[in-house]
Structure formats: structure tokens, C-alpha cells
């Protein structure tokens, strides 16, 4: 075999050869990847070398948690009616935890039915009643157990057969029935067979046809035998021949009523991931809905009848629509600004700003400015020197002379300047001069010497010395120059060394590190919360503020205690969590217009940070259809009867009667109608029937006549100053006594109590309470802690008087006692006291009678008489000047002031008053038995009298 001679291949194409083995190697290639990588970074300086590490939040994997599915229902264990539906069983289970984050998924079947198995059919059997038979009399031998002759007439009973047959209409026996057909239907009602005196009556004819909704029909019965010749069954208000009723109406009409329900939303089954569960979950409190109003069904007489007459469910739906809420809208973020400082640290900012509000609950909008925008900063450095001064040289020291010989002296030169970037490759190149430091400005222009032929000619200065570090203001810098030409004849050269002081701030600095405020906390690229970083920079200073390069601080070695990085966590947005709607709950009210159907939701998660807030409706309620309410109503107590007699036992009745009215009756403006007792059901009407008819007694004439029982008092204990030590109390109640007739009122006893002991009693205090007085009397009760008057708890020893005396009594004419307990004069008199301060006695007020009167003072020294006579001339002698007569005479003026005749006629008077009675005094008493008593002393009368006839 030959083998291929070798083939020599150039130096590229050994390269592309090796290029492809790499390629198509695995290993080769990765190591190949790695070397590049190394040799790359060894390029980069590692100061600028990207984080390779970041941290992250992993959200947790959760699955779907389900219970097991609970026990089937039980099915029928006994057979199936005839035409019922094929019972099932059902089982359910629940879901505990429902999927996030990519975990496993809730499973659909949530609910599981089947149908039971096949049960078989009841067997049919039914009940069939027969004719009634004639009615059979019960003789009152036989129901007072004794023996008599039979009678004719009265009240029987009549009877008819019961069979029991099967589907086929064959006769069963009874027990099948029994079994499958329930109670056997009864065999014997009562009836009636007419006397000879009764009123008898032809059978009632059929109702007459009806003309429409709203008329009434009419049947008709005859009177039959005797019975037409008697008065007593003419009367047809005992015996009516003709019966009318309302004819069957179909007509109803359907009128909402009440307010509309809230808006409700369909409720849709969650489905999808988690965040299609989030996302109904969300959505679901907005969008399309229904609301309802209830409908109440009326027939022609405006009646409430059942709602399935007028519509299948009783409301009425309209379609209504839940705003959804919109969030708060920002725009992006802006692009980062550039750096605030040319020279070590400062601030990159970014915003963004509103463009719409929240509304109707929406996410919130973070904290925003007055500007109504949101501020993100984060520190950044700019590398100081980046820009730098460059000079051109100086241009030829240019001396201004008029004179054509060569000038020397002192001229002026200049330069240009340039602010260029740091290392730029292109020195002609030149950027903004803002860019560069302006304190650091070279100076454009500068004088300049020309050395004359003569001078001495010296080099320039060199540069000046360097101060130490940090600055010591106790040493002085330094630079020199030498000379270059000396000069001639005379002529001496400046000096060659110039010094100044070290000076901080200017001619030497100290420096020093500077941190920067921390930045806002920095999350990864696309993450919105979670950990993150806080960082902030470092700057060296110098002494007059300047900003240097980092580097100047790191050469001198000055130490920097900061931490220039730190984590940090931005708490993340939680919407509001809301839990599914329960179910309906049943109908507050069976019937009427009161029920409501509610439900209600629960918050599982309140909203955190910008989160969307919880829905405000957390229960809605939806009207019920309105349905009669059927209720036994029972009249009043009829009057007491007594048959046969006037007085007596007796029995009193009321009725009973099956109503439809609305659920607030009785307050309800809706009226009320009688209708069908099986409406109401039986039950109740055997319960109330119990109480339709119930002994009484009317009172005969002579007798002692009690009332009904009180109720029971409230339970209470025997107690001493408010404490008990006892825990069986008593209660009582008592009757009344009612008086026929005076003539028996000593036999009836006056009130007849009952006590009985009870538990739970409380202790009560008794206090006697009094009106006010009038005329002298007031009433007295004793009154109950809890403020229930009663007539036993206070001691009667303490009972306040009802009726005040006067001490001592009042015996003046026209005198009384007083509110005060004191006498006093009745109206239009006025008091004259003693000395002791007791009513002497009443005098008449002058201009009593006439409200004209303008007496307003008037006083005297009036001695009263004792006897008849002296009142008689009292009298007398004031009768006939009445308040006008008076005023007339005594008054010169309205104001009162007295005429000098009057002062005449006064003592005029007075002495003839003094000479009657002085004569009345010797002819009444007799000197030799009387002794003689001093008279009471005169008191002032005081009338203070207005013109007010009250006085």
C-alpha cells in the first residue's frame, strides 16, 4: 500500500488548520476561551473591572395544594316516589394553596356528582272515599250516658266508607295505604237534621256567571215548609237567601318596588396560571354587570299576591357597568444626566413625571415633588485634570518708542491659551475654556525687560522651591537666576535669589479625604424591589476646597475610615388581596318586601407600597321577591254572654281570621285582605283556636265583682340598706274589687293580693314623693328606685301629710291658711299683723273694687273696734267714698298731694269718730264689773295698692 506523500503547507495555512481543530474540539475551544479571557484582563486595569457576582431574588416554587376529596352523599335508602327525578351523590374538596411561580396547577374538578343506584319504584296505593250517608242523630241519652226516649231533631252525625286500592284501581288492603298514602281521610263529619220549629231551607243554587274582573257573582236559597209563615226566619240578617262573593280575577300588574341593588358582577371560575388568577382576581371588581330591584305583584284590588303571577324570579335586571380603576401613570426614566461636577464627585440624576392620576382606586403614585416628578440620584466622579491650560510661547517683548534707535527698557509680551483634553493626540485641537479650571488660568499677557547695551543681562527665575507637606507656615520657599551678561562701567545686577514664606492656601496646601452622601438604594437592571446596594464615593481636598485627583491623597497615605458600599432593601409593591365572594346567604324575611340576600368578602392581603387598594365594597346586598305574608288575625274579645240569664258564668268569643299582607304589617299603609284559611295553615289555627272562646262572669246586682289578675310584678328581695341576704325573692299580683252596689261595699274586701317566689330578684329602695300644695292639700305616693309607684315599701310612720293646718287656726273673717302654713287674707283684704307676729285681722284694700284707683300710700293711726257696733260704723264710714270719691278729695294732683281743707275735714272726723266710740264704750260695759283694759295699741296701715285688682 502507498501511503500520500506529505503535504508542506504554508504558515497561514497551518493557522487556519489549527483554527478549525479548535473549533471542533470541545475541550480545545474552552481552553482556548479561557486563555483569551486571561489575557484580556491582564490588559484592563482592575479598578474598572465589572462585578461578577450580583445578588438575586429566586421566588420560591409553590404547587397547588388540594384536600382529598370529601365522603360521597348519601343516597335514598328507601325507594323512589312515582315521577321524582333519579337522586344523585356528590363530593367536593378544596383548594388550600393555590400555584405560584411556576409551581404545579390547581386540578379542574373541584365538584364531583354521579347518580345513585337504580332504587326502586314506590309502589302505588291511594285512598277512595264513598258517599256520605244520611244524617244519623246522637241522642243526649247516650251522650249524657243516661236512657231516654229518642229524639227527632238536632245534631248528628253522618258516615261514609274508606277503601284502599292500588294503581289498577283493585281493592288493598288498608295497611298498603296506610304505608305508601299516608293518614286515611276521615269517615264521620257532623250535620244537622232540622226541627220541626227550625228554619229550613232549599239547597243554595249555582253562582251566577261573572260579568268580569272586579263584579261579583251571586247564589240563592229559598225557604221551605213551615218555615216561610214564621217571622223569626224572614229575618235576613239571621238568615240570609242570598250569598255574593268576588269572581276569580287573573289580572295582575307588576310595580318595582324599593331601590336598586348595587351593581354585581358575574362571578367567573378562576383558570390559567397564577397571574391569570391574579389577573381575574383583579379585574373582577369592574366591568359588566347587574343590578336588581324587586317587583311586587298586585291583582285588580291591589292586593300582593305571589310574584311567580307576574315574572319567573320576582326581580327586575338591568345591565350596569363598575368602572375599573386606573393606576397611576409615570413616564420612563429619563436618560441619566451627565455628571453635576468636572472634578471628582458629584450627582447623575434622573426622573420621570406624572402623566395620569390614580383613579377610583387605582395603584397610588409614589411620592412625587411639586413638580409632580420622581427623582432617582446616584454619585459619580469625574476624573480631575481631564482638562488642562496650554500655553504658546511668549511673543517678542515689544517696546513702544518714537525714536528710531534701537530701544531697550521695559516692554510688554503675550500668549495664547488653550483648555485641551488631557493626552489628546492633536495639541492644536482645543474644547470649551469652561471645561477647564479657571482658578488655574496662566496669565495671557506679562512686562518684559529689553536690556539696554549697558545692563547687566540675568536668565529667568527658576522655579520656586517646594513647602513641606502638610504646610508649616515656619519655613519660606525659594528661587534664583544668574547672570548671563555683566554689565558696564557702574552699573550693578539685581539680585539672583528671591524667597517668600510658606503660606496656607497659597503658597502651600494640606489635604484631605471627603466622602459623599449615600445614593439612592441601586437594584439590578429589570428588578423593581428586593436587595440592592448603596454606594457612595471618595474625594480628596484640599485645603482651599479645590478638588484634586484621588491619587494626591493616596501618595501622601492619608487614612480613610469609610465604608464606600453597603446593601440595602426596597420594599416591593403588594396589590390588595381579595378572598371569592361567599355564596348568598338565604332571605332575611320569608315574606313581604323586607328581605335581602347578602354576601361578603374578606381581605386577605392589605395593599403594601404602591399596591393597588383594597376595593371599598367588601358586601353587597340583592332585594328578595316579594311574596304575601299570610298571618291568623284575632279580633277582639266579644262582650260577655250569658245564655239565659242576664248575669252569671258566661262565655266570650273572637274570630279568626287568615289575612295577606306585607311583611310590616300591622304599621304598613298596605291594606290588609282576607282570604282561604289553608293560606294561613292549619297548625297555627289549632293553636289559636284554643284561645277563641273563653269563660267570663258578669256581675249580678249586689255582688262583689274582681277584675283580672295584675300581671306578676318584678322579682324582689328583702333588703336592708341596699344589701340582700337572701336569693329567693317573691313577686305578686292582685285583683281589683268592682262595687255593684254601695249597700255592699263594707263585705268586699279592698284588694286581693298573690305572691309566689322567684329567682334573679334585685334590690329596690322606697322613698315618699310629694306634689305641690294647693289650697292646702297635696298628694303622697311611694315611689320605687326603679321609678315604678307602688303602694307598700315605704313605712307609713314617715308618710308626709297630705292636708296642712295652721297653728293657730285661721278664725278672722275673711282670713285663710296660707301656702306658707300661716294665716292670711283672702283676696282684695289686706293682713294687719300683732306684735307677735300673727294675723290680727283682714281689712278691705281700698280701690279693691275699681282698678282706677291711684292710692299709692296712706297712713294712719286707726284704732280697731272689738265690738259689732264699731264694725258697723267702720263700715259705714268707708262704704260710701269709694276709690275715685277718695282720690278726689284727698288728691290736689295725679301725684297725690293732700288740699289744705282736707286737713278740716280729717280732724273733724276724727274727733267725731273718737266721741261714738267713746260713748258706745261707757254704755256697753259697766264700770263697777269691768276693769278697765288697756286698748291694743294702734298699728300703721301700709297699702300699697297699684291699681292691680290681684292684689
Known sequence: MISAPMVKRSRTEQLQYELRQLITDPEKKKKMFLLSVLCVCHRCPESARPDTIQPCLLPCRKDCIVTPFSEWTACPSTCLPVNSTVPSQSRYRIIIQRAANGGQECPDTLYEERECEALLLCPTYSWKTHRWHPCTLVPDSVQQGMTGASESCGKGLEMRGVSCVDEYDEMAAVSECLRWAGLMP??????????????????????????????????????????????????????PLVESEPCPCEEFVSQPYGNWSSCILSETPAQGSLQGWRGRREARDCGRGLRYRAVACLDHEAHLVSPDLCSESGLVEEVCHVPCPLDCKLSDWSPWSACSASCGSGLKIRSKWLREKPFNGGRPCPKLDLKNQVYE???????????????????????????????????????????????????????????????????QAQTCVLPCPDDCVMSQWSQWSTCSIPCDESTARMRTRHMLRPPVADRVCPDSNQTEPCSLNSTCFSYHYNVSSWSTCQLSEHAICGQGTRTRLLDCIRSDGKVVDLSVCEELGLPQPWRLAMNCVVDCPFNCILSDWAPWTECSHTCGSKGVMTRSRSVLQQAHEEGRPCASQLSQTKPCPISPCYTWLVSDWSPCRVEGAECGEGTRERNLTCVVHWSDWPDSPHPSKAVEDEKCGDR?????????????????????????????????????????????????????VVIQVLENQDSCPHQVFETRPCKGGKCHSYEWRTSAWNDNERSVWCQRSDGVNVTGGCFPQNRPTTVRHCHPPC?????????????????????VMTTHGFLDYCTKTPGADNKKADVKTSSGRLKPGTTQIQDFFGEWSLQPLGPVVITTLFSDHADGRIKLWVYGLTAGGFILILLIIAVAFLFCNKPSKQSKSASPPSKPLTLAYDGDVDM
Open 684 to 736: 297555627v289555627r289549632k293553636e289559636s283556636e284554643q284561645e277563641l272562646q273563653q269563660p267570663c262572669f258578669v256581675p249580678c246586682p249586689g255582688d262583689c265583682h274582681l277584675t283580672e289578675w295584675s300581671l306578676w310584678s318584678s322579682c324582689q328581695l328583702t333588703c336592708l340598706e341596699g344589701r340582700s341576704f337572701e336569693t329567693v325573692g317573691r313577686q305578686a299580683r292582685s285583683q281589683a
Open 186 to 239: 276521615s269517615r264521620f263529619r257532623s250535620c244537622w237534621v232540622p226541627c220541626r220549629d227550625d228554619c229550613t231551607f232549599s239547597s243554595w243554587s249555582k253562582f251566577s256567571e261573572c260579568s268580569g274582573c272586579g263584579s261579583r257573582h251571586t247564589r240563592k236559597r229559598t225557604l221551605t215548609g213551615r218555615s216561610r209563615k214564621q217571622d223569626r226566619c224572614l229575618r235576613e240578617d239571621l238568615y
Open 811 to 831: 278664725t278672722k273673717p275673711f282670713s285663710h291658711c296660707k301656702q306658707s302654713g300661716v294665716c292670711g287674707c283672702e283676696k282684695g283684704y289686706t293682713e
Open 377 to 443: 440620584a446616584v454619585p459619580c466622579q469625574s476624573e480631575c485634570g481631564e482638562y488642562e491650560w496650554v500655553t504658546d510661547p511668549w511673543s517678542v517683548c515689544t517696546i513702544n518708542t518714537v525714536e528710531e534707535l534701537p530701544a531697550c527698557g521695559e516692554g510688554v509680551q503675550s500668549r495664547k491659551i488653550r483648555c485641551v483634553r488631557r493626552g489628546s493626540g492633536d495639541p492644536v485641537s482645543s474644547v470649551n475654556e469652561t471645561l477647564c479650571d479657571q482658578e488655574e488660568i496662566p496669565p
